[in-house]
């Protein structure tokens, strides 16, 4: 792990699905709070959200996101799984929250899987 600071409860990788470089626009609401910016990196699975309004690590809630190109809204319950703080030292790494698709509808599954299908993979040295 390089000077960022990553918070996960299991520094192992758990990724079910491939991660791919897909910019999307995001938009979260919590008990507590609502924020909007957007993913760098997105699966089937979930997505990171770059953002400087950290949630605690559990923190369940609603997320809604659009993909370029398609003519929809998804909406899925979420569930953060990591963190990344700002780091001075690194200000050009993105801070924000590594989230997990807990309800996401399956019709939405099958159209997010197929848009990703055409979408390169990232690769990350571990």
């Known amino acids: ?44 699975g979930g997505l990171f959200i770059g953002t400087y309004q950290i949630l605690p690590l559990g923190t369940k809630f609603q997320l809604s996101f659009s993909v370029p190109g398609v003519d929809r ?28 698709f807990v309800g996401l509808e399956s019709q939405d599954e099958q159209i997010l899987d197929a848009i990703l299908q055409r979408v390169d993979t990232m690769f990350y040295d571990d």
């Open 1 to 44: 792990m390089d000077d960022q600071t990553e918070t996960s409860p299991d520094h192992t990788n758990q990724r079910r699905a491939e991660r791919h470089d897909l910019k999307v626009e995001v938009s979260a609401q919590s008990d507590h709070q609502f924020f909007t910016g957007f993913s760098e990196n997105i699966s089937s």
């Open 73 to 100: 809204t998804f909406e899925a319950s979420c569930e953060v799984r990591w963190l990344r703080e700002y780091n001075e030292n690194t200000p050009d790494v993105v801070p924000g929250v590594g989230v997990r």
